[in-house]
């Protein structure tokens, strides 16, 4: 009997995961479901999420420590932002053009706009004061979030996965600057380190499909009273579909097809595993370690492109956010009825393109920069509150968006690299 891969065994498992769900919520045993079967799921994440740090250091310090001078470094980070910084662009005018075209806040009934703002104002204020916090900070704040004042503080939480890649680089350069026999022996010890937590992850990838299970079981019960939220919002929810949808097949397929040579089918079938086990977490932060090992595995990616590319993706790579945000803020003007003009269009871009960069790859963030887009264009931030009850299945859609980018990314860089040596040999 062929053995069954681990994309496969995923799928089964949420399935599974979403029969489990119903059969609970239908015969009566959703508390079994929460109580006993769910915290699988919270451990599943947990134990990704245990990995994120240290992987996202490790890897960096290696990736950086291997190369032959700083200039390699530099060339491929310019590369690696400018192309990081050009999709998420493109992403906010796919959002724009699907949302547009198919104006699905044109249709939103009156009476449900009224219930659901009663019903999520007070989730609303939480997210109000959130973002206004973010936003007395000064536009220069996202520059002095970069540079840690504690790295053990910074460690110990994940979304300041910005701070530690930045102490990852200068920890990294200092190693390529000095190259001498005593940082030969720390080169080692990382080399030992980052094959030990690769091969933690391994070990977590074997209990993917019982977390998958368990995370699709308790959604599947936590919405189980909300089916009319979903069919009210079904337009709204199938044009950010149709968005990430065509991000995936349309930008990340030509990036594939037309910027290195491997093949569509490869791409695909060797990123299922990442999707899926995003699409449960949703979070690109927590996926990170499935995204590295199946990135070079599946894929046959570099360990130094993987180790240097991966981990500022996650951090600056929101595509499928950038997306939804542009999506929602136009969404909201509809059933405002407000028309919004090329240049607050233009704005929504540019906001967006900069929220996304600085949303934590974490479950829920983009809610909070979402607000920063809707104000910079004077869309009512109250609004808010006629997308937040769909807003979780969206996450998870997104996240399947952001980690594919990092992918597409991941593999035109290691092409770029592959040329370059390949002509330097033969000069």
């Not at 489990?20 to 699988?40: A, M, N, R």
């Not at 070990?203 to 599947?220: D, Q």
């Not at 019960?221 to 709204?236: E, H, M, N, Q, R």
């Not at 360990?303 to 803020?329: H, K, R, W």
Request: glycine fraction near 8%; include cysteine; aromatic fraction near 8%.
């Amino acid at each position: 009997m062929k053995k069954i891969p681990l994309w496969g065994k995923i799928i089964i498992g949420m399935v599974l995961g979403v029969i489990l769900g119903i059969l609970g919520v239908q015969l009566g045993f959703s508390g079994f479901v929460t109580d006993w079967v769910k915290p699988w799921g919270t451990i599943f994440i947990r134990l990704l999420k245990l990995l994120a740090v240290p992987l996202v250091f490790v890897s960096l310090v290696k990736g950086v420590a291997s190369l032959s001078d700083t200039s390699k470094l530099s060339r491929m980070g310019i590369k690696t932002l400018g192309v990081y910084i050009l999709t998420t662009m493109a992403a906010v005018t796919v959002g724009l053009l699907v949302v547009n075209i198919i104006a699905p806040g044109d249709t939103f009934p009156e009476s449900r706009r009224a219930e659901l703002m009663q019903k999520y104002t007070e989730n609303l204020k939480v997210n109000q004061e959130q973002a206004a916090a973010q936003q007395e900070l000064g536009p220069m704040q996202y520059v002095v979030d970069i540079v840690p004042d504690n790295i053990i503080s910074a460690s110990s939480d994940n979304t300041k996965m910005l701070q530690i890649i930045f102490f990852a680089l200068l920890f990294g350069v200092a190693m390529v600057t000095l190259k001498s026999p005593v940082t030969h022996v720390v080169e080692q010890f990382f080399d030992g380190l980052n094959d030990i937590i690769l091969k933690i992850v391994e070990i977590v990838m074997k209990i993917a499909p019982l977390g998958v299970f368990a995370l699709l079981s308790g959604l599947v019960v936590d919405f189980s009273g909300d089916i009319k939220l979903f069919s009210a919002l079904g337009l709204y929810v199938v044009t950010v579909i149709v968005g990430l949808v065509f991000i995936i097949i349309i930008n990340y397929g030509s990036i594939v097809l037309f910027f290195t040579k491997m093949p569509l089918k490869r791409y695909y079938k060797g990123i299922m595993p990442i999707q899926l086990v995003a699409f449960s977490t949703s979070s690109s932060a927590a996926t990170l370690p499935v995204t590295k090992e199946e990135c070079e595995k599946s894929l046959g990616l570099s360990p130094e492109v993987t180790s240097f590319v991966l981990p500022v993706g996650v951090t600056i790579n929101m595509d499928g956010t950038a997306c939804y945000q542009g999506v929602a803020a136009v969404f909201i003007a509809q059933v405002f009825g407000l028309d919004l003009t090329f240049t607050q269009q233009v704005t929504i871009v540019l906001t967006a393109t900069l929220a996304s960069i600085g949303t934590p790859g974490i479950p829920g963030a983009a809610i909070v920069m979402l607000i920063m887009v809707l104000t910079s264009v004077g869309i009512p931030v109250e609004g808010l509150a006629l997308i937040l009850g769909i807003d979780r299945p969206l996450d998870m859609l997104r996240t399947v968006v952001n980690v594919s980018g990092d992918c597409a990314v991941a593999t035109l860089v290691n092409h770029g690299e592959v040329v370059r040596n390949a002509k330097m040999q033969t000069e």
